[in-house]
Structure formats: C-alpha cells, structure tokens
C-alpha cells in the first residue's frame, strides 16, 4: 500500500507560470518534508512542516511556498519557475522529528519549457 | 554545518563480488545515520540506520554498515551483491541536536553486471 503519494509524477510547466505540486500520506506522521534533487546531485531540503509550523531552509529561494492544510496534504508552489527549477521534487514524511526514518515518496519530475 | 562525502560516485561490480561504498560525513556533534537505496524507477528507500548502540548495523537484503566514530565514517558493506542490487545509494546524516535536516550525500550508482 502506498504510504507517500505525490501527484503528478511528471509535469511540464512553462517559464514563469506558477505550479503546484502535491504530496499526501496514509502514516498519519506529524512531520511533512519537501527535497529538491537535480540530476546526479544529492537530495536538498526546501522545507519542512512540523504539524502546523512551517520551516524554511535559509538557503530556499522565495519563489518555493509550501502550505499543509491537515497532517495528510503538503503541497509545494513554485511561483514563477525557471529553468534552473526542473528537477525531481520528493515528498517525505516522519512522525516526529528526532532520530526518526523519514519515508518518501517517488517524486515529481519537474520539466520547465 | 554539516555535510557528508560519498567518494564513489559510480561502481561497477560482477555478481558474487564484495561490496564497499564510503561515506565520510563533518560534524563534531552526535549523529544519525542512514543509508537510503533507490532502485531504479523507485522512491528512496531505507536500508539501514544508526542511532546509538551497536555500531555494526544490519540491514535488509544483507547490507551492514559500520559507524567508525574516530574517522566519521559509515561505510556500506555486503560481501556477496547480487544483480538486483542495482541501484543508487545515498548516505544521509542528521544531527542529535539543533538542525536535525537530514543531509545527503552525492550518491553512488552501483552497477551489478550478471
């Protein structure tokens, strides 16, 4: 059973036209996290919600927004994507925060236009 | 801050071979370790973790890793791969305390040729 879904699994956006990408989880964990991976690169932390308390990394751009509406749904907008956006987005989920695994899901594949 | 090295950033083995890949992490504080796999096509899984305890940890599909406190390493071992090993593995460390973000290495593709 599917544990961490993210749809869609691939987008194509266009330059600068905003774009929403989603994640939801069946494990009722309290903590919701979102990575960005470029090609041969290691999975980056955007963000991350901690039930209702949103953390950003410092080094996220602006243009990256993320709202959790309940514990199921996490989603990430991109506001204005460039090209230097197209990426792999991966969506995880932990229950709390210290010492615990985190669990993904498989990713959206970002392609900007 | 910290960060974690992955020296082999693509391995090539025949089935049967023993399996080593290095993961070297900084930070002078105590760590969490974690080796992710993700199979072709797949979602990042876990294979195994260390928290405390036993710093010989067992994993699924016979992987182990050995944390070596002095020489921040958490290197990844299986003494007999397999073709469905095939895959790319990713060594991540977060932190006891403060920034508890799991960090990444680079990753290392393993290639099993039958």
């Known amino acids: 059973d599917a544990m961490v879904i993210q749809n869609p699994r691939y987008q194509v956006t266009q330059f600068g036209k905003p774009v929403t990408l989603s994640c939801s989880q069946t494990?009722?964990?309290?903590?919701m996290y979102w990575y960005q991976q470029k090609s041969s690169q290691a999975p980056k932390l955007l963000f991350h919600y901690y039930d209702k308390d949103f953390n950003n990394e410092a080094d996220t751009p602006d243009n990256f927004q993320s709202r959790r509406p309940n514990t199921s749904f996490c989603f990430l907008d991109i506001r204005s994507p460039g090209l230097g956006d197209a990426a792999m987005y991966l969506c995880?989920?932990?229950?709390?925060?210290?010492?615990?695994?985190?669990?993904f899901g498989p990713g959206t594949r970002l392609l900007v236009l | 801050a910290q960060s974690v090295s992955q020296h082999n950033h693509h391995v090539i083995l025949s089935e049967a071979a023993s399996l080593e890949l290095g993961c070297n992490y900084s930070y002078g504080g105590t760590v969490n370790l974690f080796w992710y796999v993700q199979y072709p096509g797949q979602h990042l899984q876990l294979l195994l973790k260390?928290?405390?305890?036993?710093?010989l940890v067992k994993g699924i599909k016979g992987f182990e890793a050995e944390f070596i406190k002095s020489k921040f390493s958490f290197n990844l071992r299986k003494p007999s791969v397999q073709w469905s090993d095939t895959a790319e593995y990713f060594c991540a460390v977060n932190a006891h305390t403060g920034r508890r973000a799991l960090t990444f290495g680079s990753g290392t593709r393993l290639q099993v040729q039958p």
């Open positions: 995880a989920t932990s229950r709390a925060k210290d010492q615990e695994t985190q669990y």
């Open positions: 494990l009722n964990h309290n903590v």
């Open positions: 260390y928290f405390s305890g036993d710093p």
